[in-house]
């Protein structure tokens, strides 16, 4: 598999032979059900049907971190430096399937949520023979940064060859907390961490991976990290998790999850001030699982779900954003993969390498009651169009409307526009208008629908 590449004239991706390439996945992990088997290869032809059914649904990456110590058996490492035979044997199994369905993996060091709240038996801590006294000085302590050097050269050596990897999340959500809440220190582990794989890389292969941190979008507003997140230069690609208190921790309506993910990915993007990629690579409802013991009822988390995913792609993103589950079982259901089918079949209708995307939702005017995101260049541009819920998430009863939308900002000529139905995955219709001062659409249509306009 060619290796993934930033696009030169765009914020999104494209393979190492110039074609282009969306993230269209959610996280997974190696205990959860979808993957549970192909440890110790207890059945393997069920895993590999999962991924045969992943490919079919549109799905390109997983994120996934290097071990998932929930338990105590599931550990990478232990003692430190000694690499288990049983989680070798996954990895090169999940390598080789990826290999073989095109899906691709975004892989982080740790498992940081279930490190943290079980540190007293992880193989890292010095009290058990490993480098690091403290949860506390994780991204600090000179023996704990040259241990996770060690692992992720393990990881490139027998596995960073492969085009399946689509890139490094260097820490799952980094905080100041675990470097003495010291940015300077934060700063340097990412400089650190940064600068081995990239020469390990280029030792081995002569080209490197592409690199991103994630952050809790709380941990990112608390602690003013933006130019760490946003702007460090040896980052090829922004990464928040986006969970928002209430509208999308804890979701009433899908509606106002997907006006708080609109407004996320904007204020985002402004703080960027380059050409790098943006992507959400953790978002789900956290709140709402931990008080209740359960998930959202389905037929809502569809919904939810779907409208985070298309806030997400049509405010500017890249690719709808990645799940986190949240559900008992641990998976996405089945109308989620629908949805994922359903964008990724609609992001082969724009030119994504030279898409050079900015927020146009002062832009559009409509004659309806009815919330249109968008994002465009002088060419190009990507609309959502929904209706507003009240409260308790109900929808207007018209189903069909005469949408009358004017879109400022695109260059004179001529132009076709897709119309796509974003909850059946169907093309609508094709069209095609020309565009002076601006491109005006006036077509009846079903509600909840994304249009790809490009010029001819």
């Known amino acids: 598999m060619p290796w993934i590449k930033v696009c030169e004239n765009s914020p999104y991706f494209k393979t190492e032979n110039n074609k282009s390439w969306t993230p269209v996945g959610q996280n997974d992990a190696i205990t959860w059900p979808d993957f549970q088997s192909l440890f110790g290869r207890h059945d393997f032809s069920h895993t590999e049907r999962h991924m045969a059914f992943l490919a079919k649904h549109g799905v390109t990456c997983i994120r996934m971190m290097m071990e998932y110590c929930q338990t105590q058996h599931r550990y990478l490492e232990n003692p430190v430096g000694r690499f288990q035979p049983n989680m070798v044997r996954f990895w090169d199994d999940m390598f080789a399937l990826c290999e073989k369905y095109s899906i691709r993996l975004l892989i982080t060091p740790f498992d940081t949520f279930w490190m943290a709240r079980r540190w007293r038996y992880h193989p890292y801590n010095k009290r058990l023979g490993g480098p690091c006294a403290s949860k506390y000085q994780w991204l600090s302590s000179p023996d704990m940064i040259a241990a996770s050097k060690n692992r992720f050269t393990f990881f490139i050596e027998r596995w960073g060859g492969s085009g399946v990897l ?22 340097n ?230 119309f796509w139905d974003t909850q059946t995955g169907h093309l609508e219709m094709i069209c095609k208008t020309i565009a002076d001062e601006n491109l005006e659409i006036d077509y009846k249509l079903s509600d909840n629908v994304a249009i790809a306009i490009s010029r001819v």
């Open 166 to 187: 689509f890139g490094w999340d260097l820490w799952n959500e980094i905080d100041p907390k675990h470097a003495g809440k010291d940015l300077l220190l934060l700063n």
């Open 189 to 418: 582990y990412i400089c650190e961490i940064s600068i081995h794989i990239r020469q390990t890389e280029m030792r081995l292969y002569h080209k490197s991976h592409l690199q991103t941190v994630s952050v809790f979008a709380p941990t990112l507003q608390a602690h003013q990290m933006t130019d760490v997140i946003f702007k460090h230069p040896l980052l090829d690609f922004a990464s928040i998790h986006m969970y928002q208190k209430s509208s999308i921790d804890y979701p009433s309506n899908a509606y106002a999850a997907a006006c708080a993910t609109a407004e996320i990915v904007k204020a985002s993007i402004l703080d960027i001030e380059d050409n790098r990629p943006f992507l959400d690579s953790e978002h789900g409802p956290i709140t709402y699982f931990s008080k209740n013991k359960k998930g959202l009822a389905e037929t809502f988390d569809d919904k939810y779900f779907l409208y985070m995913q298309w806030a997400h792609l049509s405010s500017g993103a890249a690719g709808g954003g990645m799940r986190w589950p949240y559900r008992h079982p641990h998976t996405l259901t089945h109308g989620m993969r629908r949805a994922q089918l359903n964008m990724a079949r609609f992001t082969e209708l724009i030119d994504w390498k030279h898409f050079k995307r900015r927020a146009i939702n002062s832009q559009i005017k409509s004659s309806k009651t009815i919330n249109v995101l968008g994002c465009a260049d002088a060419n190009q541009a990507v609309l959502w169009l929904v209706s507003p819920e009240n409260c308790k998430g109900k929808e207007r009863q018209d189903a069909v409307v005469i949408f009358e939308l004017s879109v400022y900002g695109l260059s004179p000529g001529n132009y076709q526009i897709h």
